[in-house]
């Protein structure tokens, strides 16, 4: 149940959208800037951090939701949501996108964690400046939508499964996508 009436039934940052339409808006518009507008790193890429910070965050709805829009990046396959739970164990990554995460754990803690060490192991395995902005911007949006959602205690459903069609259409369709009910 969540802390306040939302007067509708929405699971997470869902429910919490048709509660504040005019809010929802300049979410969804950032939300669509930072996981699939230009970047040099992949839509799928952006949807791990994304997930990734979430689950550090401890945010069912957002960790899930987005590791499900990741795993329709790729293959589809939703034990991706799982494996980022153990750090990638059976997700193949790059020695670039395992730096920009290390990046990502750090600035969930505070972004003064992050260190010249960690700009400089990420550039050494490849990242660019652009690549490193958007893991940092990524994550510390993330820390902000994980923090709205879970402070409102919203609902959100336990099985990854439950997730397949959001991530679907997170992955395809962005978050500009017609919504009713937010006109």
Known sequence: MAHIDLNNDKPGIVGLFH???DTAKPLCELAETLLRGPSPLSSGEREMIASYVSYRNNCHFCHTSHGASAAHH????L???DDIKKEFEQTDLSLKLRALLDI???VQKSGREVGEDDIQNAKEAGANDREIHDTVLIAAAFCMY???VD???TWA???NEAYDEMGKMMAHEGYMRDRPGLE
């Open 19 to 21: 509660f504040r339409p």
């Open 157 to 159: 459903p336990e099985e």
């Open 74 to 77: 790729f293959d589809g396959d």
């Open 146 to 148: 994980n923090r709205y």
């Open 79 to 81: 034990s991706l949501i």
């Open 104 to 106: 990502a754990k750090k």
């Open 151 to 153: 402070g409102l205690g």
